[in-house]
């Protein structure tokens, strides 16, 4: 190889010379090298990826390819010492390129550092995953951590990747500020670190972990860590306050006030707010697979919820919980099912204080109320 790639026009010429060497290679969709902890009992219990790749990157990718004998298909390879140092040492003249950062060689520059480290209840190995396709299904326990570190380093969207029988791949930890230990072991690990004097704290047992633990994204706010899980995906300029909550698979697609739940599988738009104790319903507890989404600009006051999708520029007032079922009275003075409402944008849903009922009106400066699609009602 050469002594130094130092345009991105020579980084091309590497990755395609890199290629042409492999018979029967197909560029995956998304990549990665990770480094794996595996219990006493030999269950991986967690992969950190640095560096997870969906769509580009295709010159580490080509050098995996080569030392590990990758072709083509979703799967996890593990590396050997002798094989991870030929990776790294097949990467390292992109350190001299200055068109661009090259975060892949920085992580596994840093994977190299952090796999010898003394660890308690574990020991670790390092992992490439290659997916072919995002939809494809989950191999492994690495796989599945890839896939988490692909939305919340907001490589991929919400619903952008597979993540069919998730629960299965993962063991449940106790997830600590000494990393992750199977359950039964840890009472002894524990005694081990207080001895050293590191008294371990505990954040959750649990199958996932929190995000910060893995991921921090650039330009968000989070004010209590434990209430971010890993494969949340937030977008830059979001503010995740105390009592906000954002499960995997969901999260912001702008700069988003969070005071209420995102739950599993729901979206929110650039510059919408959700009000303390506000609860949006996701695709989990019901085994439901509607994607419930928040547009832009859109208002979900404090104490209220939705299951239904907002459009733009929403508002639901405070403490009203808004159900697919619900019965709307509407500006022309019929009524819908608020299933029959679900996205449409411009819309003030409110409680009648004289009445009860729940009414959908017109939002100010909106040009007025259109009707219902007749679409809808087919």
Partial sequence: MAEAWRTQEELNTARDTIERTLESYKRPAAFGLGLATVGPSGATLDTYFPRANAGGNFLPAAVLADVTGYRSGTTSIRLDEATFARAITMLTPAEACTDLPHPNLWGWQLIQKLRTAPRLGGTRHVVAVFLEDLTDPIVDTSDAFFRLHLLSQRQVLPHGVGLDGLFAKLVTNVWTSHGPFEPDDYAARAVELELTGMRPVV????????????????????????????????????????????????????????????????????????????????????????????????????????????????????????????????????????????????????????????????????????????????
Avoid at 240 to 252: I, K, L, P, R, S
């Fill in 203 to 378: 954040h959750a047992v649990d199958k996932f972990p929190r995000m910060v633990d893995y991921v921090i994204p650039s330009g968000v706010r989070i004010a209590d860590a434990s209430r971010v899980r890993l494969g949340a995906h937030l977008a830059e300029g979001t503010v995740v306050m105390h009592e906000g909550f954002c499960n995997f698979n969901a999260g912001t697609l702008g700069a988003a006030m969070v005071e209420g739940r995102i739950s599993a599988g729901v979206v929110v738009g650039n510059d919408s707010d959700l009000g303390g104790g506000a609860s949006i319903m996701g695709t989990l507890s019901g085994g439901g697979k509607e994607i419930i989404s928040v547009g832009a600009g859109c208002l979900i006051g404090a104490n209220a919820g939705i299951g239904i999708s907002l459009g733009d520029r929403c508002t639901v007032e405070a403490g009203l919980y808004l159900t697919a079922g619900s019965i709307v009275r509407l500006p022309d003075g019929t009524t819908a099912k608020a299933r029959d409402l679900s996205g449409r944008s411009d819309l003030v849903f409110r409680r009648n204080s004289t009445s009860g009922a729940i009414e959908a009106l017109a939002r100010e400066g909106s040009g007025g109320w259109t009707g219902l699609n007749a679409a809808l009602h087919h």
